[in-house]
């Protein structure tokens, strides 16, 4: 029987994998831009330490860890409480104290897989350490804006705010005593989530149960004057910065350590799974997981999700790639001299392919096709004697004899005046 991969957790091929390494190196060249420092965390990590921070009754914790049963041990669903485990562990916040950091990797949910939902999917997350100001939430914000804009991809950007420990306990209170008096008409998630995480129950996506809540409460009308002045100042920043957004008072985050400002990036274009990116403020977490008070804010983008939406739309944007010169060696005797060649426009910077099979020539300019060749040195046995090759222009398909006689290094140099002009 043939062994495949586990489902849910999928090969990234060296056809699409053009299109993660473009979404890498535009992720880190726009962090970079915003003073980001890249770390990299372990994938496994104690249970307890996304139990603490991610919440008990959170779906991600309840239901969607891989968690070995004898040891403790989970891998990350997701990559802030790791991030802040390092942070406190390090006491990073000593050497600087408004650290910026993001990392790229996999993380691991046991959800049921479908378009843009994976077990093992892949997260660019950027976390600000150290600063309360509403300018800070904007600046995140605006980055990540930045980064799905540079990427060609259209998105909306939806806010709101969850409060905090002075607003919000009194607001659940009062959405616990309304949601009891719908209880009936609300699925059985919803109900059980009344007493468990009853904010939840507010962005659940069943028709019957979002009906019901338009008539909820309003966590973004019961803000304690702090939180309410938080959230203007941070719609105001986006506004000077030119970043357009709606208000979204069913927005409750899967995560329970979020408090204040929540946004996600979503698109119309990838069915149910509309949100691209997501993240918002945790001014308590640090301190939660034994660290010291600092607040904090970060988000995540799915690059799965941002990989499908490039491919989508034709790939635009995304760098040529393939080989600067293909090398065709057309009889035995010239593999030798073609292979130092090959060797040496490498050892320049230059990419160089070749075949080693002697195959004709229809063949390897075929291969040259294949490997997208700008060039193709052509080498025979006649012409190797008579210290010439042929150099052909793959798009033009014009061809013109090149000068081979003196050492390969003079060789060399003489195709790299040609390749650079
Ligand atoms: P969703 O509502 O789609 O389940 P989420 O709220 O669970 O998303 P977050 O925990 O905020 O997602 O993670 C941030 C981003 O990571 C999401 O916006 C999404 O793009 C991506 N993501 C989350 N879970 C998955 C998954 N199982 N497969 C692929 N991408 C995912
Ligand atoms: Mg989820």
Redesign the pocket.
């Known amino acids: 029987m043939k062994i495949q991969a586990i489902n849910g957790f999928k090969d990234i091929l060296p056809d699409s994998v053009v299109r993660w390494q473009h979404i890498e190196q535009r992720a880190r060249d726009i962090f970079e831009r915003f003073g980001m420092q890249e770390i990299r965390m372990p994938i496994l990590e104690k249970t307890e330490l996304f139990v603490r921070s991610i919440g008990e009754a959170t779906?991600?914790v309840e239901k969607e860890m891989y968690t070995f049963a004898d040891k403790g041990i989970t891998m990350r669903p997701?990559a802030t409480a790791s991030i802040m485990r390092a942070f406190i562990e390090h006491g990073l916040h000593v050497q600087q104290p408004v650290q910026r950091l993001y990392t790229i990797g996999p993380?691991f949910?046991h959800?049921r897989p479908q378009k843009?939902?994976?077990?093992q999917?892949h997260?660019l997350d950027a976390e600000i350490i150290g600063a309360v100001e509403a300018q800070v939430d904007a600046e995140l914000i605006a980055m990540g804006q930045m980064l799905l804009d540079e990427l060609g991809l259209s998105v909306s950007l939806e806010l709101n705010s969850l409060g905090c420990p002075v607003c919000r306990p009194p607001f659940k209170e009062r959405l616990v005593v309304y949601l009891e008096r719908i209880s009936t008409g609300l699925c059985e998630d919803c109900r059980r989530r009344t007493h468990t995480n009853p904010l939840r129950v507010l962005d659940c996506k069943k028709p019957t149960c979002r009906e019901l809540a338009q008539d909820a409460p309003s966590l973004l009308e019961a803000l304690c004057p702090d939180c309410d002045r938080h959230f203007h100042e941070v719609e105001e920043a986006l506004t000077r910065l030119g970043i357009g957004f709606s208000r979204n008072r069913f927005m409750v985050?899967?995560?329970d350590y979020y408090t204040r400002t929540t946004f996600?990036f979503l698109t119309t274009d990838l069915g149910a799974?509309?949100?691209?990116?997501?993240?918002g403020r945790y001014d308590g977490l640090i301190e939660q997981l034994g660290g010291p008070a600092l607040p904090g804010i970060g988000f995540?983008?799915?690059m799965?999700?941002i990989a499908l939406l490039l491919e989508q739309q034709g790939d635009a944007g995304l760098p040529a790639v393939g080989a600067d010169i293909f090398l065709a060696a057309l009889g035995p005797e010239t593999i030798a001299p073609c292979s130092l060649l090959a060797h040496l426009l490498r050892r320049e910077g230059v990419r160089a392919a070749m075949d080693y099979s002697s195959r004709s020539l229809k063949a390897q300019l075929k291969q040259a096709n294949r490997q997208n060749a700008r060039f193709t040195l052509i080498v025979g046995t006649d012409e190797l004697a008579r210290q010439q090759g042929t150099l052909r222009n793959m798009a033009s398909q014009e061809q013109r004899p090149v000068d081979l006689s003196g050492s390969a290094a003079e060789q060399c140099q003489r195709l790299l005046r040609v390749l650079r002009a």
Do not use: C
């Not at 799974?273 to 993240?279: C, M």
């Open positions: 779906d991600v997701e993380m949910r959800e843009g939902r994976l077990r999917f997260q985050r899967g995560l996600e799974q509309a949100a691209v990116g997501a993240g995540a983008m799915g799965e999700r």
